[in-house]
């Protein structure tokens, strides 16, 4: 017999509740498992043994918790180091934990990967798994990521209302996605466009560095061929020293002497609305940071998202009960569009950041390519919205 | 014979087309309807004579763009005086127009007021009516006005994200939401709770002065007994004085020597989250601006304000070949719930601003009654997704 032990760590997603869900009803077709329990707010409820029993749970009321955004089991941003970890492990040995699942991204699958060698070392038989969830995108090995398409979606739907919304009452608009280090769910965006004149009409990566006057002239440039321009911006943006450029502004804020203005979550956006505004004159200029809204929105998530996300979590304990080897699930596009689920070596992924390849990033830099739409465009699942425009047939002056 | 005239103006909704298609198709049904003709970019398009047959447009692909957010034939933000709707009048004048219809909010309700009493003065047979649109909720008369509805049901579902992602990583998370003077939007934050314990924890409205100290002293109070706070906040909260605390904040910045850090978009609710920071001394907060994307963003849209939002184009129509009438379409609520469609004196809308009623408030002026809650609940549409969480069944220590 056997008992499993489950968390969620770092942001939510809108998924993350199917892993968490496809893991538990998984381990409840093998008769050795004897208890499946969960850990509170991830690697920080096991160390506080903070723990729940799963198998409280009904498979009716996990289908609907599958279907409800963010970790219902709670989340932590704590990145345990060597001791940390050997904590979690005399915990897990204290409950006679035989299974260890995590969902998170890559420092989740640290985790997994410290604590899999501690057990080993100290020849506790504990098969460690991560799953891998991230709307980031931005995990070695895998194809993508749960989590992933979703937040996409979102990015996609809200530039395709922004499109119109400037199309109405033309301007420049600028759009701050979340992303850090990988620009994939800022590249997402480009979905959105549906006519050769929608927006956005550039996108900025933190891939390739961020040029201010390069920025201003294109910005000119869209606002000189349709009347109107729209940018989608990532938030981890770059100088060509790699500085990112909203580090640079909170930098020069805390320095300021009257000390009362503190750059904070929409400093980005407001930055660059106003650089276009002092530097070209445009009276209409607008900026949204999308922030928190992007992962775990209510009522907008990805189909194929969801079942890949309920796939990583079966598969997981699938691979766990088979041989017992450690490891994380990783996902891998075999046709178009279908995916395979493999056990991949933990120190693959462990803390290692995927970013967009060059093959992605258009040459000019601050566009996609079509290699792109087509990776991008069966994550974002069925019935995207469309919108349709009216033929606008003149009426001679008179 | 009779020429039509329409125009969308003021800001996008998720359902201005419908009413745009509501009156094109009830004036296919009027045998004495020669032409229907639509300015682009609202009044500017009359003046520059930049108008399309509408005539031109199939029903399937009008249906299409009524499924469409924001203002298919373009949107303006001028506001004409008395020269200029004089303008508009001899633009119809030249075209022959007989009946003109002008959505939007109470700025386009005064616009037609003054050109309907132009071509009165004038003895030109011109029929002029506004229907209603606005996401901000605030015309008199109406028991409530097409766009908000979807509008509020976007800040529902954004806040049952936000509040699951803010139980999964406990902090205080402050929403800031449109409506300059109605806290109509921002209210509606309260219909994301369904357990007791949800956020948002307070919500601070347009109606009623922000007391930073109360403010603290509330946050301070949740998240001792919630261990997390969530916030709306109205973008249009004002001191005691009535000075409202974004534009406080934007003259402050203004000031500042340096001159280079204007506060934008994202100020205020940047502003707020730094003071809980700093008076509170919590570390995790966090502060988005909803911006744009509460106004049009595709693919989230309540069924109850598109059916609304069309009747009132077609009831428009109607008013005007019944009697050749001039006025503005109002709704309102017979029963629970349905409405009715009447059509009122344009000076009883026109210019004027309708507020939350004190009915609607609580008490302690931050939280939303059941009155409030009976009132907007209808009017978010069918299906709204529902959130579920785990029994949590805890384990016992060992």
């Known amino acids: 017999m056997t008992k499993i032990l489950l968390a ?17 009803l998984a381990a409840r077709k093998f008769p050795n498992v004897d208890k499946v329990y969960g850990a509170v707010h991830g690697v920080r409820g096991i160390i506080d043994q903070n723990l729940v029993d799963l198998g409280a749970e009904s498979a009716a009321d996990l289908e609907l918790v599958a279907a409800t955004p963010s970790s219902a089991l709670g989340s932590t941003r704590d990145k345990p180091d060597e001791k940390y970890c050997m904590e979690i492990l005399r915990v897990a040995q204290a409950h006679g934990i035989g299974n260890f699942f995590y969902i998170g991204g890559n420092d989740s699958a640290d985790s997994v990967r410290i604590i899999s060698e501690q057990a080993r ?13 991230t709307i980031d995108n931005d995990l070695t090995v895998n194809d993508h990521t749960p989590g992933y398409g979703s937040a996409a979606r979102f990015v996609v739907q809200a530039f395709m209302g922004i499109n119109l919304d400037n199309a109405a009452l033309p301007g420049v608009y600028i759009g701050v996605v979340m992303g850090r280090n990988a620009g994939f769910l800022t590249a997402s965006s480009a979905l959105a466009k549906q006519h050769l004149d929608d927006g956005p009409h550039a996108v900025y990566l933190p891939e390739r560095a961020f040029d201010a006057e390069k920025f201003l002239a294109e910005v000119k440039a869209n606002m000189e061929r349709h009347g109107r321009c729209i940018v989608a911006v990532s938030e981890g943006i770059t100088d060509a020293r790699g500085v990112p450029v909203a580090q640079g502004l909170m930098a020069k804020a805390t320095k300021d002497p009257h000390g009362n203005l503190e750059l904070g979550g929409g400093a980005l956006g407001d930055f660059l609305g106003k650089l276009v505004k002092d530097r070209l004159g445009i009276k209409r200029v607008r900026s949204d940071t999308f922030g928190y809204l992007q992962r775990a929105f209510a009522g907008v998530v990805s189909d194929v998202d969801q079942r890949e996300a309920r796939a990583a979590g079966e598969k997981a304990v699938e691979f766990a009960m088979a041989d017992a080897r450690s490891g994380t699930v990783t996902i891998h596009r075999s046709r178009e569009y279908a995916v395979d689920y493999k056990l991949s070596a933990l120190e693959d992924v462990a803390a290692k950041t995927k970013v967009m390849p060059d093959a992605f990033i258009a040459a000019s830099g601050n566009q996609v390519t079509e290699a792109f739409h087509a990776y991008a465009r069966p994550l974002l699942g069925s019935d995207m919205p469309r919108v349709h425009r009216l033929r606008q047939e003149p009426v001679v002056k008179v």
């Open 8 to 24: 969620q760590g770092g942001g939510p997603t809108a998924v993350i509740n199917q892993s968490l869900v496809g893991a538990i």
């Open 121 to 133: 070392a100290l020849r506790y038989p504990l098969t460690c798994i991560h799953i891998p969830k």
